[in-house]
């Protein structure tokens, strides 16, 4: 096997990544900011004021999401799979 294919690979890997972590990540991070400006506005500094909602919407997608990033992820892995036998020749 040749070196770019272990970088294409690895490409594939980052990419499947970013798929698999972006409906956690990026609501949190909106929940997160609009959770900071009302903060902001309002003087109120309580920790357990962001946590809990970030908590909750990240518990949310998963349970929306958790099914389609399984499904991707288990692709990824039977390709690698598939591919051990020309990596190996």
């Known amino acids: 096997m040749e070196p770019f294919e ?3 690979i690895a490409q594939q890997a980052l990419w499947i990544l970013a798929l698999a972590s972006a409906p956690i990540l990026i609501p949190a991070l909106l929940t997160g900011v609009l ?4 903060q ?12 809990v909602p970030k908590l909750l919407v990240t518990a949310a997608c998963l349970a929306l999401f958790g099914g389609s990033i399984l499904v991707l992820l288990m692709d990824f892995t039977k390709d ?3 591919m051990i036998p020309d990596m190996v020749r």
Not at 35 to 38: A, D, F, I, R, T
Not at 40 to 51: K, R, V, Y
């Open 80 to 82: 690698l799979f598939a």
């Open 40 to 51: 902001a506005a309002t003087s109120i500094n309580e920790q357990t004021l962001t946590f």
């Open 6 to 8: 272990f970088l294409a």
């Open 35 to 38: 959770l900071g400006m009302v």
